[in-house]
């Protein structure tokens, strides 16, 4: 697979939309990874820092509420 800007060998592929990138147009990002509710009530986030990022996509800051699936 090449990277989606210069296609040149991939070296990793982007966490969140799956776009090859090579070493010099890759990004990071933190990623998250999982939402919980606590003990507490209150709702924490496992983030994962650094994961590889293309730069084009755009993930939401904040997860989309999926009400349909309960
Ligand atoms: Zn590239
Ligand atoms: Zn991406």
């Given at each position: 697979?090449?990277?989606?800007?210069?296609?040149?060998?991939?070296h990793?592929?982007?966490?969140f939309?799956?776009?090859?990138?090579?070493?010099?147009?890759?990004?990071?990002?933190p990623?998250?990874?999982?939402?919980?509710?606590?003990?507490?009530?209150?709702h924490?986030?496992?983030?994962?820092?650094?994961?590889?990022?293309?730069?084009?996509?755009?993930?939401?800051?904040?997860?989309?509420i999926?009400?349909?699936?309960?």
């Amino acid at each position: 697979m090449n990277c989606w800007h210069c296609d040149r060998p991939a070296h990793g592929i982007c966490r969140f939309c799956g776009r090859a990138l090579c070493r010099d147009h890759v990004k990071t990002m933190p990623f998250l990874l999982e939402i919980y509710k606590g003990k507490d009530g209150d709702h924490k986030a496992i983030v994962v820092e650094d994961t590889l990022y293309c730069g084009i996509c755009k993930p939401r800051e904040s997860p989309v509420i999926l009400k349909e699936l309960e």
